[in-house]
């Protein structure tokens, strides 16, 4: 079982920054794959980011040179770096992992632990 914990959302103006973080609990951290993903108001949950334990990271087209994944394994923290948000990012961003290889499970948003979100606005 992983308990994940999301924290830093927050409201910032349109170009401004924001790092979210998620603590997750269990002794095999470093097996999973962890991934950010976002669902807006009337939209459907999209995946933003993917890191396995090794690898390329994954990013979705939307925020490609913009946000940036890492994780530290010996904290057992996933990060999400936002830089240049637009207002189309505003959403409630959710934490999630997967004990899997490569990214395919993040692409379909079927992941096997979720955090409670966190709630990203940006404003024009």
């Known amino acids: 079982q992983v308990q994940l914990v999301e924290s830093g959302g927050g409201l910032v103006q349109a170009g401004g920054s924001l790092r979210l973080s998620c603590a997750a609990s269990?002794?095999?951290?470093?097996?999973?794959?962890m991934a950010w993903f976002r669902q807006a108001p009337g939209k459907e949950r999209e995946s933003v980011a993917g890191?396995?334990?090794?690898?390329?990271?994954y990013y979705a087209d939307s925020v490609k040179g913009r946000f940036s994944i890492s994780r530290d394994n010996a904290k057992n923290m996933v990060y999400l770096q936002m830089n240049s948000l637009k207002p189309e990012d505003t959403a409630v961003y959710y934490c999630?992992?997967?004990?899997?290889?490569?990214?395919?499970?993040?692409?379909?948003?079927?992941?096997?632990?979720w955090g409670q979100g966190t709630q990203v606005t940006v404003s024009s």
């Open positions: 999630a992992a997967a004990r899997t290889v490569g990214m395919s499970r993040v692409r379909s948003a079927s992941m096997d632990y």
């Open positions: 269990g002794h095999t951290f470093s097996s999973y794959v």
């Open positions: 890191m396995g334990r090794v690898g390329t990271p």
